[in-house]
């Protein structure tokens, strides 16, 4: 085996060589129309399957309420559905449609994810989810759950004689 790279006289396919030009590739027997890796290159009932799991959901915990924003571009409020299970479980599903293909159009690269989402939450008990508020403005999903009021000790002042 040289140490010399092939670009410096001729190729060679030795599978130990890190400097070989002949590249195995794990795809290259599999039904696709090449072999590289982009999504475009995956027939269309892999990309309708695809899993929208890049679904990012911010939660923030303010004195008064729970907060819950996710990212939901392109998405109208008929396409996602926030709900409550046993009192506690915050669900948030909904689903992106693939777009119609035209069969004279040619992909280069497709990169949205389309599918199926769903996230799940375990709120703490001080939520009050028969309160919880959903809205959507611009691709952004905004869920408010208020908290219980925290029942501040009552202090009474002691008189001291003496």
């Known amino acids: 085996m ?4 092939s670009w410096f006289g001729g190729r060679r396919s030795d599978a130990f060589d890190p400097f070989s030009l002949d590249l195995w590739d794990p ?3 599999f039904p696709f ?3 590289s890796l982009s999504a475009s290159n995956f027939p269309r009932t892999f990309r309708e399957n695809s ?3 890049n679904t990012r959901i911010d939660w923030r915990e303010t004195p008064e309420a729970h907060v819950f924003k996710a990212d939901l571009p ?3 409020k008929e396409e996602v559905k926030v709900e409550v299970e046993d009192d506690r479980v915050l669900h948030i599903r909904g689903e992106r449609m693939v777009e119609k293909e035209d069969k004279n159009d040619k992909w280069h690269r497709v990169e949205r994810s389309s599918g ?3 996230r799940r939450f375990r709120l703490p008990k001080n939520a009050r989810m028969d309160q919880a508020k959903a809205s959507m403005e611009n691709g952004m999903l905004t869920v408010t759950v208020p908290k219980v009021e925290e029942k501040k000790p009552e202090v ?3 008189e ?3």
């Not at 040289?2 to 790279?5: A, D, G, K, N, V």
């Open 74 to 76: 392109g998405l109208k």
């Open 33 to 35: 129309p090449s072999s």
């Open 2 to 5: 040289s140490l010399i790279p």
């Open 51 to 53: 899993s929208f799991v």
């Open 27 to 29: 795809f290259k027997d």
């Open 160 to 162: 001291i004689y003496g």
């Open 156 to 158: 009474k002042a002691i």
């Open 116 to 118: 199926k989402f769903m």
